[in-house]
Each structure stands twice: as C-alpha cells, then as structure tokens.
C-alpha cells in the first residue's frame, strides 16, 4: 500500500504535471515549454558560449546519455587544451526536485546545487561553467553576453527579453542562466520516470526474482542500506527519486588521473572547500559531497564525485568492502599499512561515515553484501535507467 501514491503518479502521467513540481518548480507537457524555456534549450547546446566555440553545456551533458557526461573520463575535459573539470560530470535529471542548500533541524546539511551544494539555484548552477576557466572558460560576465550577441541565438534571445537586452550585459546574463533554468525545470526529459521501476509502481512490469531481491537488499537497513539516503519510497506526490539530497563524507580513493591531484597536497574536501568558501570553518564536514540520484545510475558512469570507481558493480562492492578489504581499494604506504581514505588529509579523515551499515565493519568481518547479493543490487540499479518500454 505505502507504492500507492507513486503507482497513481505513474499511471496518470510520466511527467511533473502529474506528479508536483518539487521546489516550487512546474513542469509542462512536451511541446508546451515557455518560450524562454525553448530558447534554454538552443542555449544549452550552443558550443558558441565556450572560450573556444567548440563546447556547450550538453558537451558534458549529453541528452543521449540521460543529461550526464557522454563518456567515461573521470572528469569532463574543459575548452581550452590542458584544462579539465575537477569533478565527475552527473546527471542534470531530477534535480528540480532539489532545493536551497540548508541545514535542517538536526544540523544535517541538505540541498543545493553541484557536488558541494554552492548553487542556491539551477540557474546559479549554469553560472559555474560559463566561468570556470578550467570548463567553458570565459573571462568575464561581458565574454559570455559578446559571444552570446554573436551567435546563431542572439534574434531570439532579444525577442524573449527585448531588443536593448545586450546593451545592459549583467541582465543579459541573468537571463541567459534563467532560460537554462527553464530548459530544466519545464523540459519532461529531465524527469520522465520511464524506468522499468516506474512501469513496475504502476503494474505495468513486472520485476525478475535477482531484481526483487536487490530491491530488498537496498532497503535492508542491515545489509545495503542504501535506501538510508537513496530514499525508495515516493514523497511529496512523486515517485522515488533516490537520493535524500544530503551530503556524506564516503572515503572515496583518489583518483591519480585527475590533474590537480598531481599536487599532493591538493584535496577537493567538497562542502569545506576549495570551490566551496562559505563554510571553509566547518571542518566536521569537510570531505562531504551531495547524494546524487540513482535514477539512471546503470548509464552513468564513473561514481562518486572524482569518478575514481569505473563500474557499477564496483561502485556497490566498495560500499561493502571498503572497511572489511580496504587494501583493495587504497594504496599502501612504504610498510606495507594501507592508506584508507587517502583522498582528505588525516585531520578530516574521522568525518568519513563508519557508524551505519554497511560501514560499520572491520578487517576480518564479512561484508554485508556477498557478491551474489551485490549482483542482486546492481540487478535492481539497472530497473532505474529511464527509457524502459514494457
């Protein structure tokens, strides 16, 4: 009974008309977008935004692949030769369900946008970017808005939001980041809750034993557990999105292929810092990054924010191995003692979560998942990929 709400928002439309905007966000039928959400559309992929002209926002948000990256690079590559992103490019899908970053009551951390929750908005988001001269590579709000009144777009950006708009760059840009806004908050692709999981909700799939399985193992609040903050159940009118919208400090390897992490002593310590400066005197939550959905996790890859696991199946294991096998995943230093967590320096290491299951384990111990039940998971991960046809 508790599927029911989730069942009937399936049933009655694949889309947020049907089931709520979240956030305050209101989403439309396919073909009835606003028009400054077509335009957002045209915006989105027009590569004539980068430094070079040869990258959009799609070039590490692939409609094709779910509005994630296209490939499987740790890190997207950024415009200019030699420059790369420093985070693992997610999927844009279901993050209008998001909100405000925010402390809750308990002083848990909660909402934003990106890996640290530093954009208030997905149009504070789209700024990123543009700007970041390690992505699009733009030197200033004004590069953006030439290049902008220089592109194939430019008649019908001054149709949406006048004639003058160019001669008054800081607003032009405003309006740039609120047309991508509304690309995302209005197009049905970036919600379509299409996943054979949907289908199932609705009684129209039906899930094999391996897929049944995995989804009880997920919400096994002593085996995988992922369903304490991969959230299963539908809230708020809308079926499950699989992620809490909190952050959590995992551990994860560092991954040598990035390039800041040449430098030793360079750490992304994620809500602390370095792209993220407001709470830099938090250091309890340094090394903590958002939960991302799981809703297309089977296409997605790599995992975690500096895509240091390639694999889903990996990506499961590591959750359930990382503390009874760490050797398998951290290197070791000159005698031969394992350097786990090795990606945040040693202060902050004891923020990495080692209290819920299926953390809390140690060498020796049996991992709570064995590898016919990590098959199980990843089974059941795979009914959330979007596209599914009955």
Known sequence: MRRLVPAICSILLLSLAACGGGGGSTATGAGSMSAAAELGAKLFNDSALSSTGAMSC?????????????????????????????????????????????????????????WDGRAATLAAQAEGPLLNPNEMANASVEDVVAKLRRSTNAAEFQKVFGSDIFDRPADAFARLRFALQQYQLEDPDFAPFSSKFDHWLAGKAQLTASELKGLALFNDPNKGNCAACHTSTGANGNPPLFTDNTFDALGVPRNPEIQANADAGYYDLGLCGPSRTDLAGRT???????????????????YFHNGAIKTLTDAVRFYVRRDTNPEEWYPTDSNGVVRKFNDLPPAYRANVNVTEAPYNRKPGDAPALSESEIADVVAFLNTLTDGYTP
């Open 58 to 114: 799609a070039s590490c948000h692939d409609a094709g692949n779910h509005h994630a990256a296209p490939d499987t690079r740790s890190v997207p590559a950024g415009a200019d030769a030699g420059h790369e992103a420093g985070r693992q490019a997610p999927s844009l899908q279901y993050l209008r369900f998001n909100g405000r970053f925010a402390f809750a009551s308990d002083g848990t951390p909660t909402g934003g946008f990106t």
């Open 284 to 302: 309890d939550l340094c090394g903590a990054f958002r939960v991302p959905t799981l809703r297309n996790v089977a296409r997605t890859a790599p």
